[in-house]
């Protein structure tokens, strides 16, 4: 199983980017996906997921309004839309599988995610 990140970069305050996450050696249609992230000497924190359907979304308080996730199965990519950055979203953000998930169900527990990609750093700079 492989999820590769990518699309991290240096942002201004205000800014946007677009982060992606291709998966491949998983059924993708089976796993609920999320992305978390982790800034220096903080846990890693879950920030938004969609359910296995597409259909379900869900998203920390923090980054509501703000991000937007979406998935595409003909491609089985993950993405993060993320707008109006501010500096406290700087971290590392890394893509999760959840392979134990129902059809409209999306675990925000990072003990649900059995597989991570290997993170994008995300910097926005005030």
């Known amino acids: 199983v492989q999820l590769q990140a990518s699309g991290g970069g240096l942002v201004q305050t205000g800014g946007y980017l677009r982060l992606s996450c291709a998966a491949s050696?998983?059924?993708?249609?089976?796993?609920?996906m999320g992305w978390f992230r982790q800034a220096p000497g903080k846990e890693r924190d879950f920030v938004v997921g969609v359910s296995r359907s597409g259909v379900n979304t869900m998203c920390a308080d923090s980054v509501k309004g703000r991000f937007t996730i979406s998935r595409d199965s003909a491609k089985n990519t993950l993405y993060l839309q993320m707008n109006s950055l501010e500096p406290e979203d700087t971290a590392v953000y890394y893509c999760?599988?959840?392979?134990?998930?129902?059809?409209?169900?999306?675990?925000?527990?990072?003990?649900?995610?059995?597989?991570w990609g290997q993170g994008t750093l995300v910097t926005v700079s005030s």
């Open positions: 050696g998983l059924t993708f249609s089976a796993c609920a």
């Open positions: 999760g599988a959840a392979g134990d998930s129902s059809w409209n169900e999306v675990p925000s527990a990072r003990s649900r995610y059995h597989y």
